[in-house]
């Protein structure tokens, strides 16, 4: 079975500082694994995802994931942060059998105190 | 590239009543997603497509929810006899290989 956490439903920081939101996942083979943002009103759009290779991915809106196996742990980093980045962030996981499928984390509220 | 559409973006109906939900893919992409968001039971995935062709819908409501996939241009979703649990907002998702790109949402309220 295949599962993800975002154990942290809130978190609260103050422009400038860095952030750094917790994924973990479960599952028994080599997962994909990626980071969504919506924004209030919004839908989801694609941040970064880790497929192979290099264990710290970059993506958009300068925002950086680190892929650990060891504790299978995928968290999404940021510094500095903007109040701009104030957003529901979601982590999610794909087989890469070739089923596309995700399961995705409950989310985490994100708030940048200007 | 428009991205993702999805209409109608917002939609209400009576309990009882029968929505249809439409979404379009980004052209040339293989593979269409539904997903459920609500406040209390967040993302829930629902069906996919690939090439057309029902893959897995191991997310659908037995009863009442349906989804198709005609052409490669647009899907539907189905949903029979609306009951006040079915409110939420319905995110299409269309992809190539792996990465997922979300609609707006169909935001449907069942009165």
């Known amino acids: 079975a295949q599962s993800v956490d975002q154990p942290d439903a809130h978190v609260t920081l103050s422009e400038g500082a860095s952030l750094e939101l917790r994924c973990s996942y479960s599952?028994?083979?080599?997962?994909?694994l990626f980071w969504y943002v919506q924004y209030p009103g919004q839908s989801l759009q694609f941040l970064l995802k880790y497929i192979t290779g290099d264990t710290v991915v970059k993506g958009t809106k300068g925002f950086e994931a680190e892929f650990r196996k060891s504790n299978s742990s995928f968290n999404l980093k940021k510094s500095p942060a903007h109040w701009s980045d104030s957003a529901k962030y979601f982590c999610a996981l794909e087989g890469g059998t070739g089923n596309y499928k995700y399961v995705f984390g409950a989310g985490t509220r994100l708030k940048v105190i200007a | 590239n428009a991205g993702v559409i999805q209409t109608p973006r917002h939609k209400v109906t009576g309990k009882g009543q029968e929505a249809t939900l439409w979404c379009e893919p980004i052209s040339g992409h293989s593979a269409v997603f539904w997903y459920r968001q609500t406040i209390v039971q967040g993302l829930e995935f629902l069906t996919y497509f690939r090439n057309q062709a029902p893959i897995d819908d191991s997310g659908m409501p037995k009863e009442r929810f349906s989804a198709q996939m005609p052409n490669q241009s647009h899907s539907t979703l189905k949903i029979q006899s609306t009951q006040p649990q079915d409110s939420a907002v319905y995110l299409c998702?269309?992809?190539?290989?792996?990465?997922?790109?979300f609609g707006p949402g169909t935001r449907l309220l069942v009165l």
């Open positions: 599952y028994s083979a080599a997962p994909y």
């Open positions: 998702a269309s992809s190539l290989l792996d990465t997922q790109y």
